[in-house]
């Protein structure tokens, strides 16, 4: 056995078999990496999900306090540490600065989320995800849209952090994702570093006016990221393990047509009961 082990690092040593472990190490850093991905992922909803349980229903409390006016400034964001913050504020509809974010996806159909401006008190304003609409019999023609009510409005509704820039090819009024700095320069106002999506909203006299579709609440699954960071992470290694398994077998075999090694004699064969019966 010594030997064979000796032999099989001198073989594992050769440029042929060094080339083959330079091959299984470049299959483990991919694997380690996809599996780092995969975790990152899994961390990501987790932390959301623990968000939402902490946040989604919990009193709600003033918008200054989770989106303060300093963040009304070319930059101003706020971190997703406040996403799914359980807020309430009151204001007038800039319902001139709409804007329609296209292609969003709400229970398997795709259409349309629609955002309007709310100016606050202070003379700031926040961007209102006032729900969803779908999707016009027509590419070109954007669908009948319920309109935001006039004069001050109370309004409570869930955090959420500006989206990247996508699609920023789109007409006047649309858009490819949910980007406040985005609508900052083209509606001119002073938005706040974050979006509201509306739970319910009540004009003067209390009435609820008629609204888009309202957005599903988050989801909350973990999905297989878990698994799939675990099973890159195991599989990292089967390349190793390939190497020296043929390193072992090439060996081995050398080693017994040169008579130094006597190959292990098959075991018996264990006599069935059936088997004696038959002969």
Known sequence: MLRVGRAVVMRWLTPRWLGATAVALAFFVLC???????????????ANRE??????????RPLSEVVPAQTARPGGAVGKEQEWRHVQMRGEYVSGA???????????SYGYEVLV?????????????????ANGERADVLPAVPSPPSGQVSVSGWVRPGE????????????????VERMRRESGLLLRGAYVVLEREQDGSGASPARP?????PQTGLGPHFAYALQWWVGSLVGFVIVFVYVRREVRDELILSGQLTPKAPKPKKTRIWDEEDA
Do not use: C
């Open 164 to 179: 990247p820039p996508f699609n920023e090819n789109t007409p006047a009024g649309q858009l490819g994702s949910i980007d």
């Open 32 to 46: 380690q990496f996809l599996g780092q991905w995969q975790w990152g992922r899994y961390e990501g909803k987790l």
């Open 117 to 133: 401006p709310l100016r606050l008190e202070d003379g700031t304003a926040v961007m209102v995800d006032r729900g969803w609409v």
């Open 98 to 108: 709409r804007f329609m974010v296209r292609n969003r996806p709400q229970d398997r």
């Open 51 to 60: 968000r939402v349980e902490s946040f989604y229903s919990a009193p709600v």
């Open 213 to 217: 579709e309202p957005l599903l609440p």
